[in-house]
């Protein structure tokens, strides 16, 4: 079997992940960017099963795949919540020097919408039920922006 796509490309899809959620933050670093990512795959896998965890790691780039199970301890899943008290444990990742701005969140799913498959994502969301779409969902987005670049 050859090498997957994502394995050999792994440095370009980052970079286009980081790319895409640097200009919606509105930020010129990759710091910032990559405290913002983690700290909303934080707060999303807070609600997740190991299960539910690894499905949705399935469909991410491989950088996005480690930086999503990075220092993860497991714990019975959180109940799901609202999109302000998402922001919030964004914000409390490193919370002394996060600059996590209002939209962190779209702008981190508006980048993942950008690099996974909408087939794929849609599926595996659907699959962990009605709160994780609402998670992702991306209002006012023309769907013809979306899906991945690279392949």
């Known amino acids: 079997m050859p090498m997957p796509w994502s ?4 440095a370009k ?5 980081l790319d895409d959620a640097k200009d919606r933050l509105g930020t010129p670093s990759d710091n910032v960017t990559y405290t913002v990512t983690e700290g909303v795959f934080r707060s999303f896998r807070k609600r997740l099963t190991v299960q ?3 499905d949705f790691t399935q469909i991410l780039p491989t950088t996005l ?3 999503f199970v990075q220092n993860w301890q497991v714990e019975p899943p959180a109940p799901w919540a ?3 008290v998402y922001l919030r444990e964004t914000r409390d990742l490193r919370k002394h020097h996060n600059l996590a701005p209002d939209n962190a969140l ?3 799913s508006y980048a993942l919408h950008r690099v996974v498959p909408p087939v794929e994502l849609t599926r595996t969301l659907a699959k ?4 994780a ?4 969902r991306l209002e006012g987005v023309d769907p013809s922006e979306l899906g991945p670049r690279f392949r």
């Open 65 to 67: 795949r480690a930086l």
């Open 106 to 108: 779209e702008a981190v």
């Open 52 to 54: 539910q965890g690894l």
């Open 82 to 84: 609202s999109p302000d």
């Open 7 to 10: 394995y050999r490309h792994a």
């Open 128 to 131: 962990i039920g009605p709160e």
């Open 133 to 136: 779409e609402a998670f992702w």
């Open 13 to 17: 899809e980052w970079r286009g992940f």
